[in-house]
């Protein structure tokens, strides 16, 4: 029989249907039909026995998925090699695929940490592609690894002359720069001053950096004057 069949069938043993019914109200754009309904560390526990097991690689090499379960068992694999260049190649093929946010957010190798700048070349590609979901890991990855100590001013201005329609894309960037106002303020708040991003997503980075903990009360009643 099928592998990727008796996978499901393993998967479908870990179904919370109360679980599902709430996972298809946090990501509407997938049809419910395509979820499971796992809860997230079951199913990070089972791609932890399933990685080692010789049908992970053959997985791993099978797409499009049916299900969102199955799409989040792929990030978790990827995300588990230790080797960078692998997983950046796993990453490479599998973008394309994602279709939802929470997916897309699944997906951050751990083995990038200690080699972050192997990812510049890639990230500049797919902050040019046309599946938003591709930008988002793009900006995620540039959010996680770059705004400590790699991290570079012409990322945040590569960043602020993206536009979108995507909401998801939008609100990752918002998201980036709320970040980079707590871990690169010098650099954001010009970004900001200038009016260099589109409206929905300066007023919604400025949103975001008050609701934040990491932000000072003094920032906080700056950044109010910089809404639209």
């Not at 010789?54 to 990030?75: D, S, V």
């Not at 960078?84 to 990453?91: D, E, F, K, R």
């Not at 100590?149 to 979108?164: G, N």
């Not at 990491?214 to 910089?226: G, H, M, Q, V, W």
């Amino acid at each position: 029989m099928n592998i990727l069949t008796e996978l499901q069938k393993a998967l479908y043993k870990l179904q919370d249907l109360p679980y599902r019914k709430f996972t298809a109200k946090l990501i509407p754009n997938i049809e419910k039909e395509s979820i499971i309904g796992i809860r997230t560390p079951a199913l990070r526990a089972f791609a932890k026995e399933f990685a080692k097991s010789p049908e992970a690689e053959e997985f791993l090499h099978t797409l499009p998925h049916t299900y969102y379960e199955e799409n989040n068992l792929h990030a978790f694999l990827i995300q588990q090699m230790k080797d960078a260049s692998q997983a950046l190649a796993a990453t490479r093929d599998f973008l394309p695929y994602i279709d939802n946010w929470a997916t897309c957010d699944g997906l951050r190798p751990k083995c990038f940490a200690k080699e972050p700048t192997i990812l510049l070349p890639a990230i500049a590609r797919w902050l040019k592609s046309d599946k938003p979901y591709t930008i988002r890991f793009a900006v995620n990855m540039l959010m996680v690894h770059f705004l400590g100590e790699h991290f570079d001013p012409a990322h945040m201005e590569l960043l602020s002359t993206i536009r979108h329609d995507d909401y998801y894309v939008k609100m990752v960037i918002a998201w980036y720069f709320a970040e980079a106002l707590a871990k690169q303020y010098d650099a954001a708040i010009v970004i900001l001053q200038r009016n260099s991003l589109d409206p929905w997503t300066h007023n919604k980075a400025i949103q975001k950096a008050i609701e934040s903990r990491k932000i000072s009360d003094e920032t906080k009643a700056y950044l109010r004057t910089l809404k639209g």
